[in-house]
């Protein structure tokens, strides 16, 4: 089959929200099925300006076609707008030119739609407020599939929201509490959906290599020696253990908790390292390991360390290496980083604000949440130190993800929602 994804913007510095989503499940389609993203040029969601080219690119085995945005976005005068609109009544006429405001439409990828429609089996639409998605949608609703990546906010109740839910064949959802919350906002229930969710590909435990000392040359061995006694041989105590290899590449001998995304103040970040020094008071042997890029000052502390950007595997090995995992960010529509954490066996923390995230904690039994200092504090006091507790909702985080958020299963998904969207019988799928 063909897709076509359309999203506001298409990156991989992209690390969160709805243009997340999609690339991570066009990534994993695009190796059973042709997928063209559809996108504009914009780069940065804070101005909306056209940086990329326009024309087609290849981003991780994903064609890319790009389209000029309307326009840039002024921050001052589209938060004024955005607050008349969210205080006031108002006509439809207003929300449209708010999509407008947002700096995410763009005409030529909608008239590349109107013109090529029929060459894709189905069009995917995320991001219910996206320009892309409100003008795009009315090109072909009865193929579209539609990803709200929705969260509690004003613009849920608006007339262009009712109508975009209400126009495609299926919906999909990052999670059970989005489904909850759009169904609870949606004037009438769409044709097909389903719960997709993004999926994780666990890697396998980290170990140590053999030491370059520890292995004789051919000629010095003992031909009586049995070497598969020799490689069954357990490591030494202090090359063995979860996630040895980044523990020993820091230098983290003992417990210690992990963030792994952006390190900036509007994903909860700030927050989360403020919340940390009141725990540091106490539990002052404790550190906090921040792993992503860095776009924001951080305070001076003994307990705070940066391990900087590291690889797709390497996060794996991070978060596994780690006891516990915090998951700040209030707007992680898909709960990418604490399916990770699950799938490697370590509990999380998790920001209340993040009803996806405190969905999967409560379901997989695998993890905790807070709403403010004090239930952080605590949190992490009693995670740290209850090894019987910690041991056990890593456990089940582990076999939730292998229940339900792997990559098959996941893919299994969309094909289902994409079946049903189209009027098909759909194939089994995993739940």
């Not at 804070?46 to 690119?57: H, R």
């Not at 390991?289 to 794996?316: F, I, S, T």
Request: proline share 6%; charged share 25%.
């Amino acid at each position: 089959m063909k897709f076509a994804f359309i999203t506001p913007r298409y990156g991989a510095e992209i690390t969160h929200g709805a243009e997340h989503v999609c690339r991570l499940l066009a990534e994993r389609v695009c190796e059973r099925h042709d997928v063209d993203v559809l996108t504009t040029c914009v780069r940065d969601s804070n101005t909306w300006k056209n940086e990329y080219a326009e024309g087609i690119d290849r981003i991780r085995g994903v064609v890319v076609r790009r389209f000029a945005a309307a326009g840039g976005r002024d921050a001052d005068a589209f938060r004024a707008f955005t607050q008349r609109l969210y205080t006031n009544a108002h006509s439809r006429a207003d929300e449209l030119e708010w999509v407008r405001r947002t700096g995410s439409t763009s005409p030529p990828l909608v008239d590349f739609l109107r013109r090529q429609h029929r060459q894709y089996d189905a069009l995917v639409f995320f991001s219910y407020w996206a320009g892309t998605t409100v003008h795009g949608m009315a090109v072909a609703p009865e193929r579209s599939v539609l990803f709200p990546c929705a969260r509690l906010e004003p613009a849920m109740r608006w007339i262009v929201t009712q109508d975009t839910l209400g126009a495609p064949a299926a919906v999909a959802y990052c999670s059970s509490a989005e489904r909850r919350l759009v169904r609870a906002h949606m004037l009438r229930h769409p044709r097909a959906e389903e719960i997709v969710g993004v999926g994780v590909e666990p890697v396998p435990e980290a170990r140590y290599p053999r030491m370059e000392q520890d292995v004789d040359p051919p000629e010095s061995r003992i031909p009586d020696v049995d070497e598969t006694e020799v490689e069954a041989r357990p490591a030494p105590a202090h090359l063995a253990g979860r996630g040895i290899l980044f523990r020993r590449r820091h230098r983290l001998d003992d417990r210690f908790a992990l963030y792994g995304g952006s390190v900036e103040p509007e994903n909860g970040t700030e927050e989360m390292i403020e919340y940390f020094a009141s725990y540091a008071e106490q539990n002052g042997q404790t550190p906090l390991v921040l792993m992503g890029v860095k776009m924001m000052k951080l305070p001076q502390a003994p307990w705070l360390r940066m391990a900087g950007v590291l690889a797709d595997r390497e996060r794996m090995f991070a978060l596994e290496a780690a006891d516990v995992a915090i998951a700040p960010d209030p707007d992680d529509l898909a709960a990418v980083q604490v399916l990770e954490s699950f799938a490697m066996g370590t509990p999380v923390l998790a920001s209340a604000r993040n009803s996806a995230a405190v969905d999967h904690c409560r379901r997989a039994r695998a993890g905790l949440y807070y709403a403010n200092r004090d239930e952080f504090v605590e949190a992490l006091r009693l995670m740290m130190t209850n090894d019987a507790l910690r041991s056990a909702l890593g456990q089940n985080g582990r076999r939730y993800v292998q229940q339900h958020y792997l990559w098959e299963a996941v893919i299994g998904r969309f094909e289902r929602v994409v079946a049903r969207a189209r009027g098909e019988k759909p194939a089994a799928a995993g739940r």
